[in-house]
């Protein structure tokens, strides 16, 4: 990812230095299901999470507000950018942590073209925790860009005690239920990636859209290593469109065995799926 445009803003000092980088570090605990707000320039964040289940579960939610003009990324945001970072190695009784993204929009700017939103966004956690239906101490260490002309890198650590005992309360059971509701559908026979050929250096994909559809938009992202381009559409034949993805990566041979994970937009919905390449 190219981040050469990234510029650096310092808190405080005014305009004549508002290209400096801000990072903001700060830590904030809760004895609750929902942390305080962190502001920045451009928006503020905070966390929600809901009681462990009895299966070691724990559902949580990024709430990410951003003001008119501002944007943020996507879990790969192609040519520039950094996704966001959720990392929980401090917390007890908290084993791991996947973020899910709802589906992103394309955004083009002066420097490049990359995937995000420019929307307030709330991003689905899932937590495992280590001793299922106990207690557990979430230390989440957070990282993300949010953009306007310049992007501010922000940094900060909320601390949340979660208890089975301890329900929470109503606006957070629904916070995080609409979060998780927000997420793309799985593939269907009337909307899914039914075909895929890889050259060596260019992906194409094959999808079925949904009826009446005119058209779609794919984003296309891999493992570590891996860079997708912005895909190009090579049209729609019947209820199948077409779309070319050139990519480059640590295996000159192409991706053959490799496992991508696509998003696809169309007629009002959006679908997701995780292929492996033949």
């Known amino acids: 990812m190219n981040t050469h445009y990234l510029k650096t803003r310092t808190a405080g000092l005014g305009a004549a230095f508002g290209a400096l980088i801000v990072l903001l570090a700060l830590s904030l605990t ?16 905070r966390v929600s999470a809901l009681e462990p289940a009895a299966d070691g579960t724990i559902k949580a ?10 944007k ?68 989440a260490d957070i990282f993300l860009g949010i953009c306007e002309s310049v992007c501010i890198p922000l940094q900060t650590s909320f601390t949340l005690t979660l208890d089975p005992d301890e329900p929470a309360n109503a606006f957070e059971k629904r916070m995080v239920a609409r979060a998780f509701r927000s997420l793309p559908e799985v593939p269907g026979d009337d909307f899914k990636v039914h075909e895929t050929v890889d050259s060596g250096d260019t992906l194409t994909l094959a999808v079925a859209l ?69």
């Not at 809760?30 to 964040?45: D, K, L, P, Q």
């Open 61 to 70: 939610a990024l709430d990410i507000e951003l003001l008119p003009g501002w």
């Open 210 to 278: 949904p009826e009446d559809a005119d058209g779609g938009e794919i984003f296309v992202t891999g493992p570590p290593g891996w860079r997708f381009e912005t895909p190009r559409s090579k049209g729609v034949s019947g209820n199948t469109a077409t779309f070319e993805v050139p990519h480059s990566g640590p295996n000159e041979a192409g991706l053959s065995g490799e496992t991508i994970h696509v998003v696809v937009k169309s007629a009002g919905r959006a679908m997701t799926t995780d292929i492996v390449i033949d």
């Open 30 to 45: 809760a004895e609750a299901a929902s942390s305080n707000w962190v502001e920045t320039e451009g928006g503020r964040i």
């Open 72 to 139: 943020t990324y996507w879990r790969d945001p192609g040519e520039a950018g950094v996704p966001p970072s959720f990392r929980v190695d401090r917390s007890s009784n908290v084993q791991s942590a996947e973020i899910h993204f709802p589906a992103p929009e394309r955004i083009e700017d002066a420097y490049s073209i990359w995937a995000g939103y420019d929307y307030p966004v709330v991003l689905p956690i899932t937590l495992k925790q280590e001793t299922p239906g106990t207690t557990s101490v979430l230390e």
